[in-house]
């Protein structure tokens, strides 16, 4: 990817894509094994013809057509600032698909304490049968959450909308990388004093505790692998982010690229898949994710990408987030799994994490519809 993108005929492009979760599987060398057939993609970026950078007051427009930049000017000249929220409904994630997942962190909590793991991240897909409004869906989501990252994308035959409570990896021009694991979740109600009391409880619980601790170990360990000696660093060490519905344990993990020859690309390999999403060790995570969940994960708990000719690169994790393809449109959440894990609790976890999107999913509606809600929008 480093030589295909150094090969454009293009000054100061900048790249946007995802990755997939199966990507992880050919940085493993199993790729004969995991990788999915028909052609689907591991890893897609595109250098756009038109692109937009929203900053404070202003926008910067870069066109690879000039006549575009007048369509796009007048584009953000008619945008409302503040459009009316759509209504929006909540889809169910408890009902079905309870009594597999339990079955299958109990079988996972058996594969740790007879010490062929120490943690794994199973996951449970739930349907959306309505159709949506995908960009409804993320004005109103992001209204309600606060994501370390968000995007809104239809690339390579699929369509996300989605609030990432963290980053895989972030480098910047100069070569500085950070990472940022969370792991460890209590939900965040609303009611400030019983959010509190979580908190303490969530930093308090071995359990809980004893999962980030891992994860930031062996995210230590990646980031050692490929940072000049001396410069890894944990900062914001167990730390609490507040992320739409929960709120988790984080910590940061800091240094600087030993090498550039390559682009910030050897920094994406040497922590992909995020350590929060996959398990510790990850070769022995990837086995069982495998063996109890029933389909491929694709774009979930992979990352959502941009990268430029500078150097810099920013990975986002991709959960909290709602997908549509081929006609099927679903949810997905994961919960970390340990030797301590209560099948029923992690179950109730993954309810948790999926409200910060199931309950601003938007309905489609007719053009009818649509031409009088912007009607509404336009006139205040």
Known sequence: ?????????????????????????????????????????????????????????????????PAMADKVRSLLADADSDPVPAPAFSADISAGGREPYQTAVSAAVSAIRSGELHKVILSRTVEVEQEIDLVGTYVTGRRAN??????????????AAGFSPETVVEVAADGTVSTQP?????????????????????LADAKEVYEHAI???????????????????????????????????????????AER??????????????????????????????????ELRGLYSGAVLMVSSEGDLDAALVLRTVYRSRGRTWLRAGAGIVGESRPEREFEETCEKLRSVSRHLVPAHDSATAECQAKVSSSG
Not at 43 to 60: D, F, I, K, Q, T
Request: proline residues 6%; aromatic residues 6%.
């Open 1 to 65: 990817m480093h030589q295909l993108l150094g090969s454009l005929p293009l000054d100061g492009w900048r790249a946007y894509g995802w990755a997939s979760f199966e990507l992880s599987y050919a940085l493993a060398d199993r790729a004969d094994e995991e990788v999915p057939s028909g052609g689907d993609a591991l890893l897609h970026l595109v250098v756009p013809a038109v692109e937009v950078r929203l900053r404070s007051g202003e926008a910067l427009i870069r066109c690879t057509d």
């Open 146 to 159: 606060n994501p370390a990252r968000s995007f809104l994308l239809r690339l390579g035959g699929i369509e």
């Open 182 to 202: 969370l792991a460890g979740t209590r939900a965040l109600t609303g009611d400030a004093p019983q959010d509190a009391q979580l908190r303490i409880e969530l």
């Open 215 to 257: 994860s930031v170990q062996v995210a230590w360990n990646e980031m050692t692998a490929v940072c000049a000696p001396g410069s890894v660093r944990v900062e914001e060490l167990m730390d609490v982010k507040q992320r739409g519905s929960v709120q988790h344990i984080a910590s940061r993990v800091t240094g600087r690229l």
């Open 261 to 294: 020859t390559e682009g910030p690309w050897p920094a994406l390999a040497a922590v992909f898949p995020a350590v929060t999403a996959s398990g510790v060790p990850k070769s022995a995570a990837y086995d069982l994710i495998r063996r109890h969940e029933p």
